[in-house]
C-alpha cells in the first residue's frame, strides 16, 4: 500500500492512502486521474495560460452521486478542493496545487422542454452546449457571450449576455438548482425548496454547494436575431463611443448592446459597436438604422443572423490557453472625459489580444428587485472590463500593468462595487472588494448563509465567502 502526500485545507499536506483511491474509483461511475494518469494534463487546463497548477488527483464527474462521492472524499481526507465548470474563470479557481480537483466538465447534458418552456443543464455544461439544446425550439435564455464558457460558473456570479435588457441575468431566470453540499447531501433549492440556498445561488458564486443540475426559464428567441456590428477607426472613437452612450439610452430593451475598444485580425485598433435585437429581425433592422447611419463605418456586419452564430461571435477574440488577466468596475455615467480616457488607454494597449468592453446593462435587469438575488448593481448603466491577453511570459509585466493603469484612469467614473465573475484573485484585488462585490447588506446575510451551508470552508476555491468573516 502506498500513500499520496496532497494538499490539506487547513494544514501543509496529508498523507491518502493508495487503497482509499482505489476505493473512491471503484465507486464511480466517473474516473481518478492521477498526474501519471492519460489525460491528466489536459483535464487540468483551464482558459487563463496564465494558471498552471498540478491536482494531487482529478475526479472527473459523470453525475450527482460522483460528485457526492468526491465532496465526501475531500472532505474525509480534510483536501483543498477545486470544482470545475467551465473552466473560463480568469482568477483560476477551478484547479488547484497538489489537492483534489472536481471536474464536472463530462456533465455537459442539457434538455429542453417546449412544452414548459424549461431547461435543465448539468453542472458542466457551456453556453454552446445550452443554445444547441434549446434553439432547436426558437428557446433561449441570457447566457455568456461566448460558446464555452460554463452555465454553471457564469449563472453562480448572476450572468450577463445578450439577453440581459429583455429578460435579466442568467441568475434571474432559474427555476431550481440541485447541490451538493459540504456535507455531502443532494438538496433541491428553489423558490419553494430552501428558499435561502436558492437566493445565495443567484449570485453568491460557488460558495454553498456544487450545483450538479440547473434548471432554467426559457424564452422565445431568434432563431435569427437581428444583430451584427460596426466599426470605426480610433480617431473616431470618443465621438461614437458618446453617440452610442445616448442611443443605447433611448433603446427599447430588446436591444443588447456592447462598445469594444479592440484590434481588427490585421492589427489595427477600432471600436466596435455591437447590438443584437432580441425581437423580429425587421424591427431590428429599424431600430438599429440610425446607427448605421450615423457615421460611414469601416465595415457593417448588421444582418439577420441566427441567434447560436450572435453567441459565438467572440469566440475566436478569446482563445483559451493565453495568458491572461482583467479588472472591471461598473460605471453610473459615461461622461465624455470617461470615453477620451479609455480611448487614450486603448491606444497605449502593449497587445492586439488586449481589449476594452463597455456593457450595456439597464432593461429588465434594472427592474428586477434588488432582494431577489445575489446580484447587487443593478442600478448600474455599464459594466467596464479591461481584458490583457497576451501570449509570450515576458510581456506579463507590460500587460498587467496596462490593465492597472487602465483601471487606475476609469477610477474616478466608476461606481461602487464590482461583478464577481470579472474579479481577480483576492490577493491581486485585495482590500474590501469581494464585500463590494456581494454589495453592502448582503455579504452579512452571504456569510450567515456559508455558516450553514458550509461551516468549515470545505468550497474556498472561488471568490470565498469565509464562515468566521465578521461581515
Ligand atoms: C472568455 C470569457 C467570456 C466570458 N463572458 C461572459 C459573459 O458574457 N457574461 C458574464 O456574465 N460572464 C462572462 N464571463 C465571466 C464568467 O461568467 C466567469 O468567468 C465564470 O466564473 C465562468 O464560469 P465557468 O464555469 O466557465 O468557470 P470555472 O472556472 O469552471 O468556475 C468558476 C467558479 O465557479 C465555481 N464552479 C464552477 N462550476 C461549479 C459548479 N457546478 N458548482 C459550484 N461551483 C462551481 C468554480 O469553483 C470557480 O470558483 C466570461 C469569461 C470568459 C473567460
Known sequence: MSAFEMAARDAASVKVDSTAIEALE???????????SAGYDQARLIWNGMIDRHPAMIVRCAGAADVA????????????IAVKGGGHNVAGNAVCDGGLMIDLSDMRYVRADPGTRRARAGGGATWGDFDAETQIFGLATTGGLISGTGVAGLTLGGGIGWLSRSHGLACDNLVSVDVVTAAGDRVRASEDENPDLFWGLKGGSG????????????HPVGPSVFAGMTLYPLDEAQEMLLWFRDFMAQAPDALGGLAGLVATPDGAQVLALIGVYNDEPSQGEAVLKP???????????????????????????????????????FLDSLPAEAAETVVAQARKSPSPSSKVFVEFLGGAVSRIPRESAVFDHRGSSYNLLIIGGWENPAQDEANRTWVRETWQAMKPFESEGVYVNYLGTESDEGGNRLAEAYGPGKYERL???????????????????RPDASG
Do not use: C
Open 207 to 218: 460558495n454553498f454547494g456544487i450545483a450538479t443540475s440547473f434548471e432554467f426559464q426559457l
Open 69 to 80: 462521492a468526491a465532496v465526501n472524499f475531500g472532505r474525509e481526507h480534510d483536501l483543498l
Open 26 to 36: 471503484g465507486d464511480l461511475r466517473g474516473s481518478v486521474l492521477l498526474p501519471a
Open 291 to 329: 446607427l448605421r447611419q450615423a457615421r460611414q463605418p469601416l465595415l457593417d456586419t448588421f444582418a439577420a443572423t441566427p441567434y447560436r452564430r450572435i453567441q459565438t461571435l467572440f469566440d475566436a477574440g478569446s482563445p483559451p490557453g493565453l495568458r491572461y488577466y482583467w479588472k472591471s468596475s
Open 447 to 465: 456569510v450567515a448563509l456559508k455558516r450553514k451551508y458550509d461551516p468549515t470552508n470545505l468550497f474556498r476555491m472561488n471568490q470565498n465567502i
